[in-house]
């Protein structure tokens, strides 16, 4: 019960006595919760993916130990024992083999993946992407161009002609387009923020200003307190309340 309580508070403490409910609520009800609050394991028969420090103390039949790239400044020792602690799991077979590296990897859970053509494919709708206020807000949409949206996107879960760019007048945010060039939607701050990390970690400085070949896969609706503020930037005679995501 103490340890449900820490995890409560980490992720939506207002103090270490107080949690934020609505908080708690949108972090657990992500599609890719906090791994705090995930099993390590899934069932007896499947996988189990984990670092060599949380494999200690476990055994299995067959592992896949993955090697870091080589790091000049690391301690030779250290990594030594670190190694043979994930090479002793094994019970029957070992296979070892090189970890991603610079290939892959995530920004607060975003993942992406360098791919052949040294192009980048990034994770794009995790929470907080795109709120009401990026669907139909005044700064962005008319009413027309409001309703225009939302009933595309109603009419087309599953697409494949997406794409985004950057636009100054809303201060260097991306615009979801279709082909048509029909804006959807704005992508949020917290996205541009993300790029930009993925930017420095590829060595692809400046941040993508156009992002090609944008697919969804499906839509949710986004529901919004009658007392939330963002209401108050959404467009009169769109239901903010619910609106096609």
Same mark, same amino acid.
């Given at each position: 019960m103490e340890r449900a309580w820490q995890l409560m508070i980490e992720v939506a403490g207002v103090t270490d006595? $107080?949690?934020d409910l609505h908080r708690l609520r949108e972090v657990l009800g992500r599609s890719s919760p906090p791994v705090l609050f995930t099993s390590p394991e899934y069932g007896d028969n499947g996988p189990v993916v984990g670092t060599i420090h949380a494999s200690k103390g476990r055994e299995a039949d067959n592992v896949y130990l993955f090697l870091p790239p080589r790091d000049e400044d690391a301690d030779v020792d250290e990594e030594t024992r670190v190694i043979y602690v994930g090479a002793t799991r094994a019970r029957l077979q070992l296979s070892v083999g090189d970890a991603p590296g610079r290939q892959s990897g995530n920004v607060d859970g975003r993942t992406w993946k360098r791919l052949r053509t040294d192009k980048l494919l990034i994770e794009i709708g995790r929470a907080g992407d795109i709120d009401a206020e990026g669907l139909v807000g005044v700064s962005a949409f008319s009413e027309k161009k409001a309703h225009d949206a939302q009933a595309f996107i109603a009419a087309n879960p599953i697409a494949q002609d997406f794409f985004a760019s950057?636009?100054?007048? $809303?201060?260097?945010?991306?615009e979801l387009l279709t082909s048509d060039k029909q804006r959807i939607a704005i992508l949020s701050n917290g996205l541009r923020a993300d790029l930009r990390e993925i930017a420095t970690a590829t060595n692809r400085w400046p941040q993508p200003g156009y992002i090609a070949h944008i697919r969804s896969i499906g839509l949710r609706t986004l529901v919004v307190r009658s007392d939330d503020r963002v209401l108050a930037a959404c467009r009169v005679g769109v239901p903010c309340e619910e609106v096609k995501l």
């Open positions: 006595q $107080l949690v950057a636009k100054e007048e $809303l201060q260097w945010n991306m």
